[in-house]
């Protein structure tokens, strides 16, 4: 049974923003893809963001990676994209899947259920052998882009306490870990939702 079976099977209708996070390789595009897709809705990836922003500078993704190390102009440029998304789908009252590293964090209390996602490294390694990227590079990345986040706006991005579902998806499949996202969008309740942990806004 594929994702996108598991989702026409569990077609929800709910107006609700939801994010997904995580690091390379914890599946987090095909989760977005399956929520979308039962959800009937839209979605934007902050790595196809990435790659737009490659494209419109005529730079690979390697080179685009190597200039971000060199300036903080690219990852805020990034943000910035990801911010005015999630301002307007917040304010939407319509359903909206956001998917990037620092979404949850972007999307803050605009958010109606917040994800992540992760992995144990071999097996996100095992997940990308045939990306643009190279697992090495990725990897510095993830340790890069945690200090950044630190260093730009104070966050900690080993604090999940934001999230209101983490899923090891080393622990369950394509298939189940959709179920599991899906049976808590269909089971959010907004007049018994007693609060989400809050997230102030942060300037970009």
Do not use: H
Not at 11 to 34: M, Q, Y
Not at 133 to 141: G, H, K, L
């Amino acid at each position: 049974m594929s994702g996108t079976s598991v989702a026409a099977e569990r077609e929800i209708d709910r107006n609700l923003f939801v994010t997904v996070s995580g690091p390379p390789g914890c599946g987090a595009t095909t989760l977005v893809e399956g929520i979308a897709a039962a959800l009937d809705c839209g979605y934007v990836s902050g790595g196809e963001l990435f790659r737009e922003i490659a494209a419109e500078r005529d730079m690979s993704l390697s080179q685009l990676i190597a200039k971000a190390g060199e300036s903080e102009e690219i990852d805020r440029a990034l943000d910035k994209r990801l911010r005015r998304i999630a301002e307007k789908w917040g304010a939407a009252n319509k359903a909206f899947v956001l998917e990037s590293r620092l979404a949850g964090w972007i999307a803050g209390n605009r958010a109606d259920i917040r994800i992540w996602l992760d992995a144990p490294d071999g097996v996100r390694a095992d997940r990308t052998l045939d990306r643009e990227e190279m697992t090495s590079e990725m990897q510095v990345r993830e340790v890069i882009e945690e200090q950044r986040y630190q260093s730009y706006y104070g966050i900690d991005l080993s604090d999940r306490s934001i999230y209101d579902l983490a899923i090891n998806t080393g622990r369950w499949n394509t298939e189940a870990t959709l179920d599991l996202a899906l049976t808590a969008i269909e089971g959010y309740d907004v007049e018994s939702d007693e609060g989400a942990f809050d997230t102030p806004d942060f300037e970009i």
